[in-house]
């Protein structure tokens, strides 16, 4: 864990290192050391997350995790969103900051998990803005899909003035994106996040549906890519669910008042006679 600070040196939020070989430095040792990379991706992504979830888990008692939640998210929001026009279009980008300098423009799929946490996060009471910069990722996330030929994401991309540069063209079927449009829909009932659950669930079916499952695609720029003949068990255990999720009216299948789904989408309760740390 490391502390961003802004160029006066005020402290601007608690976030983590994106590489997990830097964590422990030196293991004899186990002391932390700060990364020249720092982002929510690969590596970090589920810290944040838990970080929310553990304090509902704890009905709500355990506020150091607020606390420490609310930090970072003030973090992410002042030290790694970036404002940039693809094509001119406008585009709030959840970047990487390097060397505690420069901020990139290069988003991973996996950070797209960040609009249901900021969702569930105003869901239990936190600001308003929480659930302003949700809506504004998830449109950036959206945007992943609906740019490429096969109206499927690429699993790292980069934004341009000139338009989205794929750096990782492969897509794993990767669940956060669906994810986070169930959170937000279930939240705001704003119908247009079924609606690109539904034009995403429609990519995969044309795209990567095959007669004994669905396959992860080599190249999501390629209308006519190769398939990579693989499968991960977080299709089934996340993606699908969440597709489930999102288009189910009855929100009792899963009520965020009574449990709370960890980073594999398994459901945990809320435990009203938490009497652990606080």
């Known amino acids: 864990q490391r502390r961003v ?21 030196n293991e004899d040792e186990s002391r932390f ?17 838990y970080l929310l979830k553990q304090w509902a888990q704890s009905n709500f008692k355990a506020t150091r995790y607020k606390d ?16 940039v026009k693809t094509r001119g279009r406008p585009i709030n980008v959840l970047g990487h900051r390097l060397y505690n300098v420069t901020v990139t423009t290069e988003l991973h799929h996996l950070s797209c998990f960040l609009p249901a946490t900021l969702a569930l996060g105003y869901y239990y009471g936190l600001p308003r803005s929480h659930l302003t910069l949700a809506e504004e990722i998830m449109q950036t996330c959206y945007f992943l899909y609906e740019s490429q030929p096969t109206g499927l994401s690429p699993e790292q991309a980069v934004f ?11 897509n794993h079927l990767r669940p956060e994106t669906v994810e986070s449009l169930f959170v937000l829909w279930r939240v705001t009932h704003n119908p247009i996040y079924r609606e690109w659950g539904w034009n995403i669930f429609q990519a995969f079916e044309r795209v990567s549906r095959t007669c004994y499952g669905y396959s992860a695609v080599q190249d999501v720029t390629d209308v006519h890519t190769a398939l990579l003949d693989k499968m991960e068990s977080f299709y089934l255990a996340e993606t699908l669910k969440y597709f489930y999720l999102l288009f189910e009216d009855d929100e009792n299948v899963y009520n965020f008042d009574e449990m709370v789904l960890n980073t594999e989408a398994h459901p945990l309760p809320i435990m009203k006679d938490y009497s652990g740390y606080y």
Request: hydrophobic share 30%; net charge negative; charged share 20%.
């Open 5 to 25: 600070r802004g160029q006066q040196g005020k402290r601007c939020g608690t976030v983590l290192s994106s590489r997990s070989s830097n964590y422990l430095h």
């Open 68 to 83: 420490a939640y609310i930090e970072a998210i003030d973090g992410i929001a002042s030290q790694l969103m970036v404002k």
């Open 160 to 170: 341009r003035f000139d338009g989205l540069s794929v750096s990782q063209t492969e």
């Open 33 to 49: 050391v700060s990364s020249s990379d720092v982002s929510t991706g690969p590596g970090v992504d589920s810290y944040y997350e």
